[in-house]
């Protein structure tokens, strides 16, 4: 007799979940983006101390995860360039917003057609970070990549509030019913 008993894997992200946290990212990316809107380009570029340095470094380093991300989960396009350029992929600040409003977009469209069986199974990827071929579930890689946005937000909220700068309410509870598209 076995010593465990097989039980069924505890799904930790359903795509209730992922819907809740794409509209979370979009709402949160807009009041960040909002905020650094007020500072001078040269604020935004400033080195502060930051793993990707700049406010725009950061938030730069995290359009390309998610685009990185996303051409995983739908099979879309990719980033070129590996994580040690990601910091440099966009640095014009309209260009940015551009791309960022249009990401955001694609991850809610995603998370829209999500069911949980999609996020029941693996995912098997090249993970550049590794350099290898990885296969995890796909729902931890779903809970990663929205905790991974959560972290670099973190930072740039940070940044934006040492730079005077003065980002909105981050509380889950507190996003309204409706985000920008």
């Given at each position: 007799m076995p010593d465990q008993l097989e039980r069924p894997r505890q799904?930790?992200?359903s795509a209730d979940y992922a819907r809740l946290m794409a509209r979370y990212n979009a709402?949160?990316?807009?009041?960040?983006?909002?905020?650094?809107?007020t500072?001078?380009?040269?604020?935004?570029?400033?080195?502060?101390?930051?793993?990707?340095?700049?406010?725009?470094?950061?938030?730069?380093?995290?359009?390309?995860?998610?685009l990185t991300w996303m051409a995983r989960?739908?099979?879309?396009a990719a980033p070129r360039d590996g994580i040690r350029q990601s910091a440099a992929m966009?640095?014009?600040?309209?260009?940015y917003r551009s791309e960022r409003a249009a990401t955001d977009l694609r991850i809610r469209d995603w998370a829209a057609g999500?069911?949980?069986s999609a996020l029941a199974r693996d995912l098997t990827f090249h993970?550049?970070?590794?350099?290898?071929?990885?296969?995890r579930p796909t729902d931890l890689c779903v809970a990663h990549f929205f905790n991974?946005?959560?972290?670099?937000?973190?930072?740039?909220?940070?940044m934006l509030t040492a730079a005077g700068a003065a980002p909105g309410d981050t509380d889950l509870f507190v996003m309204p019913e409706e985000t920008r598209p």
């Open positions: 799904m930790i992200a709402w949160q990316n807009d009041s960040l983006l909002d905020a650094a809107a500072l001078s380009p040269a604020a935004r570029a400033a080195e502060r101390g930051a793993f990707f340095g700049s406010i725009i470094g950061t938030l730069s380093h995290l359009l390309w995860a998610d989960f739908d099979g879309g966009v640095t014009d600040w309209t260009a999500l069911d949980d993970s550049g970070a590794l350099g290898r071929e990885v296969t991974h946005q959560t972290h670099h937000r973190g930072q740039v909220h940070a």
